[in-house]
């Protein structure tokens, strides 16, 4: 059985408009209702807390007026009033592009000292009529940023999309992972992961788990949910494969019900589930 790839952090999460969302491309068919609208949808609503963006040692970008920017196959996206962004650190650059949707953007770089971040500002001083309320609105790209912060938390990878939701729940299922003809893990009591838009993720406590045949990974990725999650590899004699499972050693809150248990998924492993009495 094969449940997806790796802790699902980026692009492949559901919102609004990603991953079968009712504003997604793929939308469900099992409404009562029908949208009265393009196929590619726009929603804008405001973000209810205080935003920050780092650049060099330096805030950036502060506002307490954001909107997240919700939009066909994308994840959401911050949008803040121009004025929240320092502008003795921006330089207007030549660069446009062109949605089909939004209108020309034009670009500014940001500067900090001896750091720029070419083109990592956008807005659209002119927008389409069918999205005017973008106008006097500007967004920074996430990675343009040394760091983000909702309110005095750093986030990382994206903000959390207050349409998304991941609940943990103990299950009685066995699970078993094997690699190969060797038990990896076997557990009659795991952590059964439902998170929005994704397959279900077993974690299973350590005491379940074969780490003698686990080595730690240099691998790392960050869940805007869940937290950090770092990764393990299994070394059976001369035989290694990376990165076949991850726990969350310090999780946020969403990841507090699984903390230090271990995910396996692999297209190397058999992941094998039955249902007990």
């Known amino acids: 059985m094969n449940f997806g790839r790796g802790i699902d952090n980026k692009g492949d999460t559901m919102s609004l408009t990603l991953g079968g969302g009712p504003l997604a491309a793929d939308a469900p068919t099992t409404v009562n209702y029908s949208v009265d609208g393009p196929r590619h949808a726009l929603y804008l609503h405001p973000f209810p807390r205080r935003v920050r963006a780092e650049l060099a040692g330096t805030i950036v970008l502060d506002s307490d007026h954001g909107h997240l920017l919700h939009e066909t196959g994308l994840l ?3 949008y803040v009033p121009m004025e929240d962004v320092t502008p003795a650190l921006l330089t207007a650059t030549d660069h446009t592009t062109h949605c089909p949707y939004k ?5 500014w770089s940001v500067t900090v000292g001896d750091r720029t971040a070419e083109n990592a500002l956008w807005a659209y001083p002119e927008p389409k009529a069918e999205a005017a309320w973008l106008r006097g609105l500007a967004a920074l ?6 760091a983000w912060y909702d309110e005095e938390e750093k986030v990382h990878g994206h903000l ?3 349409f998304h939701r991941v609940d943990a729940r ?6 078993r992972v094997m690699l190969g003809d060797e038990v990896l893990a076997v557990s009659g009591h795991p952590k059964v992961l439902s998170e929005t838009g994704l397959a279900n993720r077993y974690y299973l406590p350590p ?3 074969r780490t003698d045949l686990l080595v730690p990974s240099r691998t790392r990725r960050h869940c805007p949910y ?5 990764y393990w590899s299994a070394r059976i004699g001369e035989r290694e494969v990376a990165d076949v499972a991850w726990s969350f050693p310090h999780p946020l ?3 507090q019900d699984v903390k230090g248990y271990y995910s396996f998924d692999h297209e190397a492993l058999s992941i094998d589930l039955e249902n007990q009495p």
């Open 207 to 209: 005491e379940a788990v």
């Open 170 to 175: 103990q299950s009685s299922r066995l699970v």
């Open 141 to 146: 790209y996430w990675e343009a940023a040394d």
């Open 160 to 162: 959390r999309d207050p």
């Open 253 to 255: 809150k969403d990841g």
């Open 103 to 107: 209108g020309d953007a034009a670009y």
């Open 76 to 78: 959401p996206v911050l």
């Open 226 to 230: 869940k937290g950090e999650a770092v």
